[in-house]
C-alpha cells in the first residue's frame, strides 16, 4: 500500500505517537541535565574541599550516582512540595470552615433566646433571619467577635473523639436541632460541636426555652394556608383523618430493615450470604472506599511522624490517625487565624463575601415567609405588621 492510500492515524495512535515523543524528549532533557551535573561535579573547584575529607575511591561512586539521585529528587521532591501545599491549603480552609463554626454556635443561642422573647435584635425581625444570617455568618454584624477562650474550647473539640471534620449541617435549624434534644433521639440534626459546647457550659439549657415566637408565626402561616383552621392541631387531625387505609401502612424502602426482610423472605441462601458479605464494613473493595483513601492520602502526605493507635480494626486505626493528625494541624492554624480575625476587625472589615453589606431584606425567600405572616396577621383581623 503506498503511502498516499494509507489510512490517517486513529485518535489513539496518535495519542500513542504523542506520549512516546513527550518520553524521549523527557529523557533527552534528563540525560543532559544529568552530564551538566557530573562536568561540574568533576571540574568545579569548589567540591575540592568537600572531597577531600573521604576515601578517593568513593568518590568516583558519588559523582556516578548524584546526578540521577538529584533529578529524581528535583521531579519527585517538587511534587511532593506540591501536594504539601495542597494539603496546607487544605488545612487551612478547614480550618476557616472551623472558625465560623463557633460563630453558628452564638448564633444559634442567640436564636434560642430571641425566639423565647428574651432578648430583641435590631437586624432580626422574623424566624428566617436566624438561617439568613447563618448563610452569611462571615458577615453577621451582631455577633460578637470570636474570644481566645472559644477558639481554646473549639481546640479542645477538635482534639475530642466525637470531632467531625467538613460535615456540612443546617446550623440554624432550631426545630429539628430542639426536637432531637428534647427527645434525646442520637445525633443526625445536633452538630457533634453543639453538643460538645452545651456540654462544657451548659447552654444546652437554652433548648429548654419556648418557642413563642415561633409558635406565634407558625399560627399565623398556617392561617395564611388555612384560613378555615386556627390550629396545627385541627390540622394534623384533618391529614389523619383523610388518610385512608393504605396511607396508614409503613413504606416499602429499598434500603435498610425492609429490604432485609425482603431478601430473608424470598431469596435463596447463596444471595442472603453475598448480601451479608457486601454489607459487611470489612469486606468492602478498598478502592471504594473513598473515606479510608482520603485517610491514607493524610497520612502519606503529614509532615511529622503519625503513630496508628492500637485498634484490632487497621481501617479504624488509618481513620483515628488521620483525624488526629487533621485535628493537630487545625489546632495550630486556629490561633493564628484569630490573630488575623483580630487584625481584620480592628481595620473594618472581616471576609471578602460577595455581599458586604447583606441584609435579609435582599433574600426573595424572606419575602414570600413574611408576606404569609402578614396575610395571616390580616386574615386574623390584626393590623399587618410584626408587633405580636
Known amino acids: ?61 558519588f559523582i556516578r550516582d548524584y546526578p540521577a539521585d538529584k533529578i529524581r529528587w528535583l521531579e519527585l521532591g517538587s511534587w511532593r512540595l506540591q501536594q504539601n501545599e495542597k494539603h496546607s491549603i487544605n488545612h487551612y480552609t478547614m480550618a476557616e470552615n472551623c472558625f465560623f463554626e463557633i460563630q453558628q454556635k452564638k448564633l444559634f443561642d442567640l436564636q434560642c433566646k430571641w425566639r423565647a422573647e428574651q432578648i430583641t435584635i435590631k437586624e432580626v425581625e422574623i424566624c428566617f433571619d436566624f438561617d439568613y444570617w ?71 439549657m437554652l433548648l429548654m426555652l419556648p418557642n413563642i415566637r415561633g409558635e406565634k408565626e407558625d399560627f399565623y402561616t398556617e392561617l395564611h394556608f388555612n384560613p378555615q383552621r386556627k390550629s396545627r392541631k385541627e390540622i394534623e387531625e384533618a391529614y389523619e383523618a383523610a388518610k385512608s387505609e393504605d396511607d396508614k401502612k409503613p413504606w416499602l424502602s429499598s434500603h435498610g ?16 450470604n453475598s448480601y ?25 502526605n503529614a509532615t511529622r511522624q503519625i503513630i496508628l493507635p492500637f485498634n484490632t480494626d487497621w481501617r479504624e486505626a488509618i481513620l483515628k490517625a488521620a483525624a488526629r493528625y487533621d485535628a493537630e ?55 399587618r405588621n410584626l408587633n405580636f
Open 134 to 204: 447563618g448563610r452569611h455568618i462571615k458577615n453577621c454584624p451582631f455577633l460578637p467577635a470570636v474570644t481566645t477562650e472559644e477558639v481554646e474550647i473549639y481546640c479542645q473539640y477538635l482534639l475530642s473523639d466525637n470531632a467531625e471534620f467538613d460535615k456540612w449541617y443546617e446550623w440554624q435549624d432550631y426545630d429539628n436541632i430542639k426536637e432531637e434534644y428534647q427527645q434525646d433521639e442520637g445525633q443526625f440534626y445536633m452538630p457533634e460541636w453543639y453538643d460538645f459546647h452545651n456540654s462544657r457550659t451548659g447552654a444546652g
Open 257 to 272: 430493615e425492609t429490604l432485609e426482610e425482603f431478601i430473608e423472605t424470598f431469596e435463596p441462601r447463596h444471595v442472603i
Open 329 to 383: 494541624m487545625l489546632c495550630e492554624i486556629l490561633p493564628r487565624m484569630h490573630e488575623e480575625y483580630l487584625q481584620k476587625m480592628e481595620l473594618g472589615f472581616i471576609t471578602e463575601d460577595m455581599e458586604p453589606e447583606p441584609h435579609p431584606l435582599k433574600d426573595s425567600t424572606r419575602g414570600i415567609w413574611m408576606e404569609n405572616i402578614l396575610h395571616g396577621r390580616e386574615l386574623n383581623a390584626e393590623p
Open 276 to 300: 451479608n458479605a457486601y454489607q459487611k464494613k470489612g469486606w468492602q473493595m478498598f478502592f471504594d472506599d473513598e473515606e479510608l483513601q482520603d485517610a491514607i492520602e493524610t497520612l502519606l
Open 1 to 61: 500500500m503506498s503511502e498516499e492510500n494509507k489510512p490517517p492515524p486513529s485518535e489513539e495512535q496518535q495519542k500513542l505517537e504523542k506520549e512516546y515523543k513527550e518520553k524521549q524528549e523527557k529523557q533527552k532533557q534528563e540525560e543532559k541535565m544529568r552530564l551538566e551535573i557530573e562536568v561540574d561535579l568533576r571540574t568545579n573547584p569548589r567540591y575540592k574541599p568537600f572531597f577531600e575529607k573521604f576515601n578517593p575511591r568513593s568518590i568516583e561512586d
